[in-house]
């Protein structure tokens, strides 16, 4: 399932248990599933449509999308080479805060528009037409919100789990760069998908 293989979602998730605590992290499963409630809304409204019906517009979200991964890259590139050199964290920043995390991972699914077409062409295989559509979009919506929340807690906690074996400082170090290359590399990813298409 598409939820289960790691994409920017899960490796900010990854990232936030390893820097902020696993039982902190509900506010960054709550904003990647907040971005998915509007996405399944979009993909029952039928949003995919207009999207590809105005290409310009499609690229021009998919890039923005792209600038923002990489902005997160540099920053967990940045975590990573200041840990390096020993730099404390001290007390957390304004930016570890809850909305902060929440409103983070809100935008990174955000970057991923590809979900508004894999929702587009998965729900409308479980709707049933002639029945009320406002009942079965509350309980297909509800099994997404319980695969995707237990899936990315599965991550934060093996994530933590790994952690606890290798030791605190070093392994967060790595993660933040290996954090760091992966969200570069799927900025860079969705970028040249988009000038590929241009």
Do not use: C
Request: positive net charge; without cysteine; glycine residues 10%.
């Amino acid at each position: 399932m598409a939820s289960v293989s790691p994409g920017p979602n899960v490796i900010l998730v990854i990232d936030h248990s390893l820097s902020f605590g696993l039982w902190r992290i509900a506010p960054t499963i709550l904003g990647n599933i907040s971005l998915l409630f509007l996405v399944a809304l979009a993909a029952a409204m039928g949003v995919s449509a207009i999207l590809l019906a105005m290409p310009a517009l499609y690229d021009g979200l998919r890039l923005t999308g792209a600038a923002y991964l990489g902005f997160l890259g540099v920053k967990a590139l940045l975590r990573a080479w200041r840990s390096r050199e020993g730099v404390s964290a001290g007390a957390p920043a304004p930016e570890a805060g809850p909305l902060r995390r929440y409103l983070q991972a809100f935008f990174v699914s955000a970057t991923n528009l590809q979900s508004v077409f894999f929702l587009a062409a998965l729900f409308p295989n479980f709707v049933h037409r002639d029945q009320p559509l406002a009942p079965q979009f509350v309980v297909l919506f509800s099994v997404l919100i319980l695969v995707v929340g237990s899936v990315h807690f599965a991550y934060g906690l093996s994530a933590g789990l790994v952690q606890s074996r290798f030791g605190n400082r070093r392994f967060r170090q790595a993660v933040q760069a290996g954090s760091g290359i992966a969200l570069l590399g799927f900025g860079a990813v969705v970028a040249s998908s988009v000038f590929r298409r241009g």
